[in-house]
């Protein structure tokens, strides 16, 4: 079965440093994981996407995410944390068919001024 | 571009009635997912349609049901709704036959139970 862990339940960081948002995956092949943010009483938008290409993967609003097989993890990061990044971001993995999401229980992300 | 449609945004019932939730995917979209995110958390899926078929089944009660029509659109029926069906509905839908592995969502549908 497949599942994602998000260690973190709140992340708190200032505004203009380093975002890291952490997310370790279970799955019994190698899996489509995938990082999506919901600004609140909003949808949930598509951040990146890793689909067995390239291990480090570039998304929107310069986020990126590293699949590490050994640790198997799927972190997301950001160099520059900006105050419209405040939100909450849910790592999520795929099964084989893509019949289906497992969603992690979430990171809200606190951006002080 | 064309995102997925969901309506209605809220909808405000009572216990033990009915409601209809509609979802209008990507054009083109021949696949639905519809997903169930209660206060405070994380998304649950609840079953899928992939050319009106259901595809897969996750945590959907028996009191709710769903179908996909022709135009790819789907339904998801709720009845005898308790307190605890209120939730965000989230509708995604994607391209299988692409073996696209991206599910776009929807902005929600907001049931609050009284």
């Known amino acids: 079965a497949q599942s994602v862990t998000q260690l973190d339940s709140h992340v708190s960081v200032s505004e203009g440093t380093p975002v890291l948002l952490r997310c370790n995956y279970s799955?019994?092949?190698?899996?489509?994981l995938f990082w999506y943010v919901q600004h609140p009483n909003k949808g949930l938008q598509l951040l990146l996407k890793y689909t067995s290409a390239a291990t480090l993967v570039k998304g929107i609003n310069g986020f990126e995410a590293e699949f590490k097989k050994s640790e198997t993890s799927f972190h997301l990061t950001k160099p520059s944390a900006h105050m419209s990044d405040a939100a909450e971001y849910f790592c999520v993995v795929s099964d084989r068919n893509f019949n289906k999401f497992y969603f992690g229980s979430g990171t809200k992300l606190n951006v002080k001024p | 571009a064309a995102g997925v449609i969901q309506s209605p945004r809220h909808l405000i019932k009572e216990k033990r009635e009915t409601a209809t939730l509609k979802c209008y995917p990507i054009p083109r979209h021949d696949t639905v997912y519809w997903y169930q995110q209660g206060p405070g958390q994380d998304p649950q899926f609840l079953i899928s349609f992939y050319e009106k078929m259901q595809s897969d089944k996750g945590s959907i009660p028996d009191r709710f049901s769903a179908q996909q029509f022709s135009d790819y659109h789907s339904e998801l029926n709720m009845s005898s709704l308790e307190l605890g069906d209120s939730a965000l509905y989230f509708c995604?839908?994607?391209?299988?036959?692409?073996?696209?592995?991206?599910?776009?969502f929807g902005p929600g549908t907001r049931l609050t139970v009284l």
């Open positions: 799955s019994s092949y190698s899996p489509s």
């Open positions: 995604a839908s994607s391209l299988e036959r692409e073996r696209t592995d991206t599910q776009y």
